[in-house]
């Protein structure tokens, strides 16, 4: 495994939902700080990574990936030993149950799944109809309350999905949890990284924001410390690739290049600051998708909203099953890299 990959590994096998991000974010520290001239955690803990060109005070940009994934966390427990939760951030209940999960207590992980009825015993309309998020449970073979108390669950703790990072019989597709948005942090760390060794005036932060999922929060604190001039969001799109999902549920498709977000329930994109990415791509021979998103967000609707604002962009990665307990994204996210040496440039 190249260490492209083993990043890749490292970051989605670990566990950080909304308000829980701190194994996630030691992940990225390591791989991030050898390129980093300082790497500071905010109030909120959103990673901060700075790299200063040859200007010190040249512009600003940072570029945001959210290190925070769909979880659940433990609201009660239980006589009999089972624990109810609060979902963090937007599920579907069709995928839900039946799922392996981890519960993260301050006495270790454990296992567990969200129950489910046999089937045997559903009536007709009850199998037509899924199961309410408030009615479910974890189940992680506790036998009472007491008992599940001593394993060290207590309402607060985080629960993540199980999925493990797979490289797939077709290698150019890669299966794993939390690409949404293990991926955008990840190309954060290959940004520095490609820019280690290039002369340009900007100070180019390489950000790991938190509870993204649960409202843009991270994203308001590390763009309220950095003050961008320039702020890029690198997050998950949806690929409208798979049965059932046509052109008009989604436009991109997996590995013909990130998607530049001209429209999503957070943010309308900077018209100059989008030409300007989509022209520098087209001289380069970059291959990118145009789309947009009725509902839901990313950071750079929080980055945009800065102070007196700030020019901003979301730029997705084609991704299919989107918040579920895996998902899958196309290698190559690197075939962005040559954009990176254009930022030198400035946008008019």
Not at 51 to 61: C, E, L, M, R, Y
Not at 102 to 122: E, F
Not at 237 to 253: Q, Y
Request: aromatic share 6%.
């Amino acid at each position: 495994m190249d260490s492209t990959l083993q990043m890749l590994k490292a970051l989605t096998d670990a566990n950080g939902v909304p308000g829980h991000e701190d194994e996630v974010r030691d992940v990225m520290r390591e791989h991030i700080a050898p390129y980093a001239d300082e790497v500071t955690v905010d109030h909120l803990g959103s990673l901060i990574a700075k790299k200063t060109g040859t200007a010190s005070d040249g512009p600003k940009i940072m570029v945001a990936g959210h290190l925070d994934e769909i979880g659940f966390m433990v609201t009660r427990i239980d006589d009999k030993g089972f624990l109810y939760f609060q979902a963090l951030g937007g599920w579907w209940e069709q995928v839900m149950q039946a799922q392996r999960v981890t519960v993260m207590t301050r006495k270790g992980n454990i296992p567990g799944v969200i129950g489910s009825k046999p089937p045997h015993i559903l009536s007709p309309e009850a199998r037509n109809n899924p199961v309410d998020k408030k009615e479910m449970f974890i189940d992680i073979g506790a036998e009472s309350k007491e008992q599940a108390t001593e394993f060290g669950v207590r309402p607060g703790d985080s629960v993540v999905p199980v999925c493990e990072f797979t490289v797939m019989k077709n290698e150019k597709m890669l299966m794993a949890k939390a690409w949404d948005n293990r991926i955008g942090c990840a190309i954060a760390i290959d940004v520095l990284k490609q820019l280690n060794d290039v002369k340009h005036p900007n100070t180019v932060y390489g950000v790991g924001t938190v509870q993204e999922e649960v409202g843009l929060r991270g994203a308001k604190t590390a763009a309220n410390v950095i003050q961008p001039d320039i702020g890029f969001s690198v997050d998950v799109g949806i690929a409208g690739d798979t049965p059932g999902v046509s052109e008009k549920d989604a436009l991109a498709k997996m590995g013909k290049g990130p998607q530049i977000l001209i429209f999503d329930g957070s943010m309308i994109s900077h018209r100059r600051l989008r030409n300007f990415v989509t022209d520098t791509a087209d001289e380069l021979g970059i291959p990118y998708q145009f789309d947009y998103v009725a509902g839901g967000g990313t950071d750079a609707g929080a980055i945009h909203v800065t102070a007196g604002g700030v020019p901003s962009l979301a730029i997705s990665i084609a991704t299919r099953y989107s918040h579920t307990c895996g998902d899958s994204p196309p290698r190559g996210f690197r075939k962005c890299r040559e954009a990176d040496h254009r930022s030198n440039q400035t946008i008019g």
